[in-house]
């Protein structure tokens, strides 16, 4: 079994920082890519970054790119979200997730190519 822990999550004002962590159990962690999502009220989770087994590939959605960066630490099992110049469009339960495919050879950004979810963080961003 599975265990993520996201933390990071609070409230900012807008073009603000934050950094959230996703800590990882129970497998091994460095053998599987790494995704974080997103669900604002009212809409559905939305894929936001994701990044490979071995950090040589990373994924953005159009929304985030070149304000978020995704990283990992594979010897504390942790993957992390950066994310600058905040806008309040970007508030949302920020959820990162475990890929379901040994060492796959891209990242994916569909929910169904994940199979462990963390608990979520809540990221507001006021104007």
């Known amino acids: 079994q599975v265990q993520l822990v996201e933390s990071g999550g609070g409230l900012v004002q807008a073009a603000g920082s934050l950094r959230l962590s996703c800590s990882a159990s129970g497998r091994t962690f460095n053998n599987y890519a790494m995704g974080w999502f997103r669900q604002a009220p009212g809409k559905e989770r939305e894929f936001v970054a994701a990044?490979?087994?071995?950090?040589?590939?990373?994924s953005y959605a159009h929304s985030v790119k070149g304000r978020f960066t995704i990283s990992r630490d594979n010897a504390k099992n942790t993957v992390y979200l950066q994310m600058n110049t905040l806008k309040p469009e970007d508030t949302a339960v920020y959820y990162c997730?475990?890929?379901?495919?040994?060492?796959?050879?891209?990242?994916?950004?569909?929910?169904?190519?994940?199979?462990?979810w963390g608990q979520g963080t809540q990221v507001t961003v006021s104007s």
């Open positions: 990044i490979s087994w071995d950090s040589d590939k990373t």
């Open positions: 997730a475990a890929d379901r495919v040994y060492r796959r050879t891209d990242v994916g950004d569909r929910l169904d190519e994940y199979d462990y």
